[in-house]
């Protein structure tokens, strides 16, 4: 417990205590031995799991080649792993719900560094430093009344 000063004077002959450390990150499993992580990108939401494998991704219960289509959709999923250099390492599971494909693309890159940090938590440093940890909080502006969309005004004209 700390201990109480009554004056200034006290001050200068209290014990400074240890200033608080960084928190130590630990690797977190579930019981079959995987990271689980959740990430967000617009209105996407992406869960993802993690286990040791073949490199083997799949999305929604679909290779992720079917799934995201586009090369570059599945260039962004793959960032984290080959910035952490752990290409075909992990098997990957990911369900994803909300937004389109873009969304969701940027909500499994999201999950998975988290997952990675969960898994090999000496890979954060790595994975912050590229910005796959922080949560792209940019959405979808909303809609004012008076307006056609969320700042587009209504065509004007004086007849």
């Given at each position: 417990?700390?201990?109480?000063?009554?004056?200034?004077s006290d001050l200068g002959g209290a014990k400074v205590s240890a200033q608080?450390?960084?928190?130590?990150?630990?690797?977190?499993?579930?019981?079959?031995?995987?990271?689980?992580?959740?990430?967000?990108?617009?209105?996407?939401?992406?869960?993802?799991?993690?286990?040791?494998?073949?490199?083997?991704?799949?999305?929604?219960?679909?290779?992720?080649?079917?799934?995201?289509?586009?090369?570059?959709?599945?260039?962004?999923?793959?960032?984290?792993?080959?910035a952490a250099g752990r290409v075909d390492q992990y098997d990957i599971m990911?369900?994803?719900?909300?937004?389109?494909?873009?969304?969701?693309?940027?909500?499994?890159?999201?999950?998975?560094?988290?997952?990675?940090?969960?898994?090999?938590?000496?890979?954060?440093?790595?994975?912050k430093k590229g910005g796959f940890l922080t949560r792209d909080s940019r959405?979808?502006?909303?809609?004012?009344?008076?307006?056609?969309?969320?700042?587009?005004?209504?065509?004007?004209?004086?007849?």
């Open positions: 417990m700390a201990e109480v000063l009554s004056s200034l608080a450390e960084a928190p130590v990150h630990v690797q977190k499993l579930d019981k079959q031995g995987r990271a689980y992580a959740t990430g967000k990108r617009k209105d996407a939401v992406a869960r993802v799991w993690i286990k040791p494998g073949t490199g083997k991704i799949t999305v929604n219960n679909r290779a992720v080649e079917v799934y995201f289509a586009r090369p570059v959709l599945r260039l962004v999923l793959n960032q984290p792993l080959v990911v369900t994803c719900t909300g937004g389109g494909l873009s969304g969701q693309a940027g909500a499994v890159r999201h999950g998975l560094a988290r997952a990675l940090t969960f898994y090999e938590p000496e890979l954060r440093s790595t994975l959405t979808v502006e909303r809609k004012k009344y008076g307006k056609a969309k969320a700042r587009r005004s209504f065509q004007f004209s004086k007849r």
